[in-house]
């Protein structure tokens, strides 16, 4: 995740930017080697030689591989974290239009990231356990404001009765098939059509039949 360096000070600032990019640099490559290498067969030396960095550079800011591994992991799941609930507010208070939002947004980071979310499904089981506790609190905090929205549907009469965890699930597995399915579906679908018809999928089953006829520009 991005450090927000407005409150330092001009030299820290730029420093701190110019960690920023190395890091991120290094990762970009890491994505790209362990896609064709995959995570055990990943050299440093051919991690420096796609990030075009030394590889006392990448000791500079990286453990070793698998705490470059983890980092990739962390960076796609921060930005689902942090990226969602802003889209959400920007639709307004109403929770099945919240809903939506949120889902577009999904969708639109596994397809800004596609090799990283393919990644993640590949190589998280690779993690130690310390590693992998910390995926999983990431992808609670993820699907927070989901969920939050699906419950407010529900308390407000808008949704029936679902299982809230289950649906949330659901939609998060709906966004990332766009990666993990991406070499059928990118055939016959952009990516603003597949979440068009994923989200009229995802309301024709949330929405209460007293309240489907408000939300036809979703699901029509």
Known sequence: MAKDTS???LDEAVRAVRVSSRRRQVLDA?????QRTGFHQMSMQALADEAQVSVGLIYTYFGGKEDILLATIVDILDAFRDQLEPAMDAAGTDPIERLAAGFRRFVEIVDENLDAVVLTYRESRTLDQEGRERIKELEVATST???DALEAAIASGIAGDLDVDL?????MMLAHGWALKHWHFASRYTVDQYITAQTRFILRTVLSDRSAAAYRHLTE
């Open 145 to 147: 404001p989901l969920h």
């Open 167 to 171: 649906t949330t699930f659901d939609m």
């Open 30 to 34: 890491a994505v790209t080697v362990m």
């Open 7 to 9: 409150a330092l000070p």
